[in-house]
């Protein structure tokens, strides 16, 4: 019965050959496929390898080979590539006369001089002056921060204070832009009634909008004064008595 092998066949034969033909490049095509076939070929599908099998497999073969050549040109690295690899020694340069020997000996001090140079006129970048120290070091600033509090303390203490009662919102507003000097306490007329009394520097009381218990609750503060208009007035008022107290 003839053995006609299948592809998987050829394939092993085929991987088979390339090893052979790496390690063995000269081995002929009849002992290339023979090797391969003991090695891949089940022994029951195993033939005869004679010149006609050889001839009708040559395709087989010769692709192996190239595959074979060229992992060997891709692996081994030939010799005189090495060799051109390797950077060309410098040649030694040889004396022969005192001229020579003094050109040499010219050519160093004229190098080891414009090393010198070099160093020399490397100048270094001026370094940042480092940032003055605050005003206040240590528990000075503390004492400062201590004393800008006592002082605006005692400028806030010193603005004369007023309570107004019986204006609101928008009327507040008008009052205080009017008088900036001065440190304002509002109180509504129902504050008024149930909020406890402000003792202050001056207290007015807007009669048109407060009734006779606020009256009677501020009639003994010192320096009360009573509006008996609207908020016109009032800046008069204040104008009269802080004019004074500021002069």
Known sequence: MRIVWNQEEKRALHDCMVDICYDKPSITA?????????????????????????????ALVASARAKAYKHSVTVKTPQHTVAASKPEEEPVRKIDTIGEVFELFIDAIADRVVSRLKI??????PKPEAAPPPPFLGNGWLDELEKLAIRSKAAKAKRP???????????MECIKQSRPEVDFTFVTAEQAVSHHTFNKDHTFLMTKFINHPVQSKYRKHPNLHY?????????????????????
């Open 161 to 171: 204070t007023a309570l107004i009662v019986g204006l609101n919102g928008a009327q």
């Open 30 to 58: 009849k002992s290339l496929l023979q090797l391969a076939q003991q090695e891949v070929i089940p022994y029951d599908r195993r033939t005869v390898i004679n010149d006609q099998r050889v001839f009708n497999y040559k």
């Open 227 to 247: 509006v008996n208009g609207g908020v016109s007035d009032l800046k008069t008022l204040l104008h009269g008595i802080f004019k004074k107290e500021t002069a």
């Open 120 to 125: 020399e006129a490397r100048v270094e970048e």
